[in-house]
């Protein structure tokens, strides 16, 4: 069974320092979202592509956080410089299109500590 | 705008009982309600979704789940809860916002503990 890949699993940093996530969907999935998860919360979306564009970065903090999905495959997300509110469990999902209606299969998670 | 609220932070049922988790939604659009559940330091794995087609939605391990307009509630059940069932368990609702978006919007989640 297919499935989504995240790395690492666990990151622990400083802060004012610079992170990156990785993330693989399932193959031939055209939509690709980034959702943070502060413990003893439910995830919320930071960004959401289409292919290799953005369709949604409305709740992504622009002024540390990047994302970028070059070739519509795989994609990255980074922090830099990251702060202490930093902390929480980044989750990556794809879907096969786009749409309120689609199945979103997520990744394991890359939990991130910054101290 | 959806919103979802799930009532109860934690719930504990022994097992061999009922579970019951409850979820309630605000949307002014029919709309298209998800459950998942996450098992600790894991990602999120799907139960079941309603998409309209039918108002018992029937998923997997068991559990199942009813879409009732009147009350606006999506409540998960499972008649028998096993020991492994216990995670945290996630309503969503997505965003109607616009039609090329699929953002999920969820519940703050319910712990559930399965006692022995």
């Known amino acids: 069974e297919a499935e989504v890949a995240q790395s690492p699993r666990y990151k622990i940093t400083e802060k004012s320092q610079a992170v990156a996530f990785w993330c693989d969907p399932i193959?031939?999935?055209?939509?690709l979202y980034w959702y943070r998860q502060i413990l003893g919360q439910g995830p919320e979306l930071l960004v959401q592509f289409q292919d290799e564009s953005v369709v949604d970065d409305s709740q992504l903090p622009k002024d540390r956080f990047s994302a970028e999905r070059l070739k519509g495959v795989d994609s990255t997300l980074k922090i830099q410089p990251a702060e202490l509110g930093d902390s929480a469990m980044y989750l990556c999902?794809?879907?096969?299109?786009?749409?309120?209606?689609?199945?979103?299969?997520f990744g394991p998670g890359t939990r991130l500590l910054v101290l | 705008a959806q919103s979802v609220t799930q009532l109860g932070s934690h719930v504990s049922v022994s097992e061999g009982a009922l579970v019951l988790l409850r979820c309630n939604y605000s949307?002014?659009?029919?709309?298209?309600l998800f459950w998942y559940v996450q098992y600790p330091n894991q990602g999120l794995q799907l139960l079941l979704k309603y998409t309209s087609a039918a108002t018992l939605v029937k998923g997997i391990n068991g559990f199942e789940a009813e879409f009732k307009k009147s009350e606006t509630s999506f409540h998960l059940t499972k008649p028998s809860a096993h020991m492994s069932d216990a995670a945290e368990y996630f309503c969503a609702v997505t965003s109607h916002v616009r039609s090329n978006t699929g953002k999920l919007i969820f519940g703050q989640g319910t712990t559930l503990q399965v006692k022995p």
């Open positions: 193959s031939g999935h055209a939509t």
């Open positions: 999902a794809s879907s096969r299109l786009a749409g309120f209606q689609e199945t979103q299969y």
């Open positions: 949307s002014s659009v029919p709309p298209y």
